[in-house]
């Protein structure tokens, strides 16, 4: 693993000369960053374009590669790194143990992965991908008998499976300040534990908060929709409204609040985008889920201490002056 620190990390192959391409990528990326063999699928180029987010004890990769082959082989086993990996993409994997077998995971479905055994993983189909490592010290004492986890372990249809995903899903998306990365860190270990059955009866914190993280990602693709309510997500997730409540209360506002914010703040975003000039603010209202426009400017103007048609001369005006 790296030094514990909390930063961000990015790679991308369409950076380096073409001729050097390869060899960069095999050598610093693969042996000297993930110790790893890498080799492509096919008679073609490497690609590797990724970020990664490093937080206490684990990192989160999230990215678009060429078809390949990682394999963590006796030499690379030198350093010593336990390390556990649980990686997601597009196509799934084919997975070989020696000792232990083949093994495969369907499209979407992790594949957990320990650095101190040998393996080979491949995959035809990675458009997307995403791989989580984490120190074997955070996991071990929440996971009987870890090292006994098949690599495909983690069904697709488990609960806290998605809650997982979703939640590193949704980090890449966002930049996290630095001191909530403790906090991220465990739980993210809460929510693999509880992927792999280790931890019974009440519900640890960090599945609460990949709960609510998934939620808002459900409100900020559905914000025009005038009908959503803590209801329809309730039985898009299998989770009682009052659960859905509860968890907003817990962040300091309430549902309703929480969708008002997010749709006002998408107007204002569209008022100051000198490309949505010409725009009707009543269309852009309307389409950011307000039915009501006397509800709707009276909102905006709460919020903004600004009517909508002020944001927008602001914005334009500032534009001209920036020429």
Partial sequence: MPPESDSVATFSADDLPERRR???????YGRIQMRLLLKPQRDQSLQFNAKTLIMPGMMCTKGSVSPMTWERTPELMDDNNDDIILTWNRGGYRLNMPGR????????????????????????DSRWTMALQLKRSLLAPLVKHLDDVAPDGIGRSQPAHRL??????????????????????????????????AIRGAMPPGVRAARLAAIKQYVARNLHDPGLSAEQISRKFAISSRYIRQLFAEDGTSFSDYVTDQRLAHVHGCLTDRRQALRKIADIA???GFTEPSTFYRQF????????SDVRLMAMTAALADG
């Fill in 164 to 197: 997982l995903f979703n939640y590193l899903w949704s980090l890449q998306q966002m930049d996290a300040p630095a001191a909530l990365a403790p906090m991220i860190t465990r739980h993210v270990t809460d929510l693999l534990a509880v992927s792999l059955g």
């Fill in 22 to 28: 390869d060899e960069f990528i095999r050598d610093f």
């Fill in 301 to 308: 103007r709460l919020r903004y201490a600004m009517t909508p």
């Fill in 101 to 124: 077998g083949d093994f495969e995971t369907r499209p979407g479905t992790a594949a957990l992965v320990p650095m101190d055994r040998r393996f080979s993983i491949w995959t035809e």
């Fill in 286 to 288: 309307f389409e950011s």
